[in-house]
């Protein structure tokens, strides 16, 4: 069993849609009623997931995966970057992220919104072994929210995809899967995941 360490139901959602066709039963910890904290203090992407793998994989005795995200504005910095959530405060909503940005944005022009989603993702076995990989997505910052698909800031991200000019709150799930940071990260680790899957993910006491 391989249990995704995420409390975030658009999470869960989007990174069953990429491991999609691989063999083994991929739950979430709301599958499972578990009530754990979910670590994210540290400076990097890799590390928040790597704390949220490893907590879950030790609680559960399981193989678990973890992934931490971020937006990273060229105009802002690289800001808001690894606290892209807690953007506008730790009770913020997405819309309140997304208000806050597009002000800090205001009167840059096309050429100075360059952007870019980044992500990584970590598989953590029961014994403790750690598996990390990361994606990129580049793109830009559009001047007001367009789309009611995805999640956090895709309604304001149109990203570098061929003959696609929307946000990614305009794509179809299946599409972002294709070409989203997060896709990118999760699918480097599917050769170690079909490696563990004959036929199931193990699990060990």
Not at 62 to 88: C, I
Not at 91 to 107: H, K, M, T
């Amino acid at each position: 069993m391989l249990i995704l360490a995420t409390k975030n139901p658009h999470k869960v959602a989007e990174i069953r849609l990429i491991l999609a066709g691989l063999p083994g039963e991929v739950r979430s910890l709301a599958d499972l009623g578990v009530e754990l904290p979910l670590p994210e203090e540290a400076d990097t992407y890799a590390g928040n997931a790597r704390s949220k793998a490893v907590a879950v994989a030790t609680h559960c005795r399981t193989w678990a995966l973890a992934d931490d995200s971020g937006l990273e504005v060229d105009a802002l910095g690289g800001g808001p970057g690894v606290r892209s959530h807690r953007f506008s405060g730790p009770e913020a909503g997405d819309r309140d992220n997304i208000s806050l940005l597009l002000s800090r944005l205001a009167g840059v022009p096309p050429s100075g919104r360059t952007a870019r989603f980044r992500a990584a993702a970590v598989l953590c076995s029961p014994r403790g072994e750690v598996w990390v990989a990361e994606g990129r997505w580049e793109g830009f910052i559009a001047t007001g929210p367009r789309g009611t698909g995805g999640f956090g800031y895709d309604p304001v991200f149109i990203p570098r995809v061929p003959h696609w000019q929307g946000t990614v709150a305009e794509m179809e799930p299946a599409t972002k899967a294709v070409f989203s940071h997060r896709g990118q990260a999760v699918r480097a680790l599917l050769p170690v995941l079909r490696a563990l899957v004959s036929p199931a993910f193990p699990v060990h006491p």
